[in-house]
């Protein structure tokens, strides 16, 4: 099955690029590498939610928000590439979450980023990961994610 | 001397592989590179302590927990490379400090784990690093590492 | 044009690589990339400001040390590939930022980086790039960058 038929089997879609917010591009080809920009929730050029998980967003708010934020990577990757049919292993996911003081629970958050990349990829969906807490985020987004994907 | 031996005489051992405290892998191999999840300094599945710099807990403490948190790392990779006598250079670490307000020894605290990396690998042990301070971190760890190695 | 042609042109030029401020190197080189550690606004061996920003270190300032850091980084480079007339590509730009409570123009701080790198490199300095916003930075520094380069 190929990868957008995977997503449509998942009733998800790729979306548009989001337009970096600054003076940098979504995705950059090296070797066989993709570097994927700082991903932020975007959905139709507006963040899904802006706060801190601790505070006004939830855990299940943060866990969908970065489920978002993936697939606006997933289109980053796509748009350098062609088609994620070339992914080959999608190997770093880096998890920026916007936490009020005494929020620990970051990799619950960034699970929504993990668990997709796995209904989506499979095996070959299976990263290295790192989650950490930060104080602030650009524009208030919760939630920020960077990426590693090989493809061939 | 294999690295098996340089640790036996610096009086350590690699710890089993801690499981990944969510939905990724403890390390992927990716053409000559392993990329290391983001490591806690556990000890049998616990953490060392929990905390702030600055406040509870002493740069000498997190030096300590950073020295844990490396070799957490270190078992990572040769669990998927097998003996780390195949390791040709650590090329990156990332540490992250939760930090209290005014807490700007980061770097003292990371060098737990680079010169730990030093004892081990000798010139091979020296990399690029960055050490910055975060507001919370997963668990309430005082420290997480993240790690790119080169092997052949 | 030679990259320090173009520095010139810029009334720029790389300054002495600053020593690492613990247990590890400037850069490192790993297949075709240079990986650098996090490079702080140092000149002349003392940072150019301390200070978070949204409290005393103004965007405008910022904007001008993520140059100063950055700047920093290329020398880091040049020291390990010779001639940053070898680079083919700057991969990925990260950019951690002191952010006072509520200080979410981080993208606007390390655009001052990615400007310059743009203005040196040209379409081969359009890099990916991750912002955020950190309680704490190593002796107070306002902003860090760590980067990653392809050379031949």
Redesign the interface.
């Known amino acids: 099955m190929s990868v957008a038929e995977r997503l449509t089997e998942l009733g998800l879609e790729l979306p548009e690029v989001a337009a ?9 080809i ?4 993709v ?4 991903q932020l929730p975007f959905v139709d050029g507006a963040l899904a939610a802006t706060g801190y998980l ?1 505070d006004e967003v939830t855990v299940e708010q943060g866990y969908e928000l970065s489920r978002i934020a993936v697939l606006n990577g997933l289109a980053a990757v796509a748009s350098v590439i062609g088609s994620l049919d070339r992914v080959t ?1 999608i ?4 998890g ?1 979450v916007a ?1 009020a ?8 958050v ?2 929504g980023a ?2 997709l990349l ?1 209904e989506i990829f499979g095996d070959i969906g ?15 987004t919760p939630v ?1 994610l ?1 990426l ?1 994907v ?1 493809f061939t």
Chains 1, 2, 3 share one sequence.
């Open positions: 970096p917010v600054a003076a940098y591009v979504p995705a950059v090296s070797g066989n590498h570097y994927v920009s700082g601790g292993r190997v770093k996911l880096g920026f936490s003081s005494g929020f620990t629970q970051q990799p619950a960034i699970n993990s668990e796995g299976k990263h290295a990961r790192a989650a950490v807490g930060v104080a602030e985020l650009p524009l208030g920020e960077e590693i090989e």
